[in-house]
């Protein structure tokens, strides 16, 4: 009954346990594809809870309607061809706002250089300090052959190499990046390529893929009952990651030159550092969107 050779299957078999989800170390057959284009995404902004299908067209809060009123009354719902075009006007025209970029921009490059700065002091620290304990050592080493018992200083010379082992190996790390500059006109490059991501829904070869694309864009969809009429409000939050990402062209890589050589690179520690840090206010603008 076989209808491919067995070399061919092995191939294929192990190709197959290769292949993981973009982003994860997830195996493709443990993740499945998302229903519809935001599925997952969709959070209720008085439970917390998710928002899932409750009919073929239309979403609404899953505690509301499996755990009652005490969980949750937010009972309304949103159509998904309504959603859709919300969310999508949203990443194509308020994420990326461009002088909520300018100011991202500034205090990220400042953040980043600030921790570079920082950075570089700690290694030369570290420098330093090899040196002294290399040095002791070696002081130790002469004062055995000098003649000084070797087991009054054997603790002494153990403490001094391990901490020559740790010192090395912190100092094989590669020094901090050169700091970080964006591109002044990343907001419209983000902007043409959300456009092009758009189109590629409507294309039977490129909307898997664009799909993909513009998932990564959205970290969180939440839905609000609208305080007038009985709607609901949207606030989209950006993955700043996969906004940065697609803003500078490096989808799938850190860097990027822009024409005639000026970086438009970005870290990915430094990007996470800043988001956690005292800036992280003065950024939101970027992430958010009121839809």
Known sequence: MRIVEQDLWDAVRARQGELKTAGTKVPVWDRRRPKTLFSGLMACG???????????????????RNKGAAVCSNKRTIKQADLKARVLDALANHLMDPDAVQVFCE?????????????????K??????????????????????????EQVK?????????????????????????????????EAYRERVSRLIKGLGSAEGM?????????????????????????????EGDLAGLLRLATGAEGANTKKASGGAPEAFDMHGEIVLVAGAGNRRILPVLSAEI
């Open 107 to 123: 205090e990220y490059t400042a953040e980043r250089n600030r921790l570079k700065a920082a950075a570089a002091g700690s290694r």
């Open 155 to 187: 603790d002494r010379m153990i403490e001094l190499d391990t901490r020559r082992q740790q010192l090395e190996r912190e100092l094989e790390q590669p020094p901090a990046p050169d700091p970080v500059v964006f591109h002044p006109s990343m907001a």
């Open 208 to 236: 898997e893929e664009a799909k993909k694309a513009l998932r990564a864009l959205v970290e969180r969809i939440v839905l609000t009952p609208a305080a007038e009429g009985d709607g609901l409000d949207l606030t989209l």
């Open 46 to 64: 008085c439970c917390g809870g998710g928002f899932a299908k409750i009919s073929k067209d239309s979403f609404g809060c899953s505690p509301a």
């Open 125 to 150: 620290e570290k420098e330093q300090a090899l040196a002294r304990a290399k040095r002791d050592h070696q002081k130790l080493v002469d004062a055995i052959i000098a003649g000084v018992p070797a």
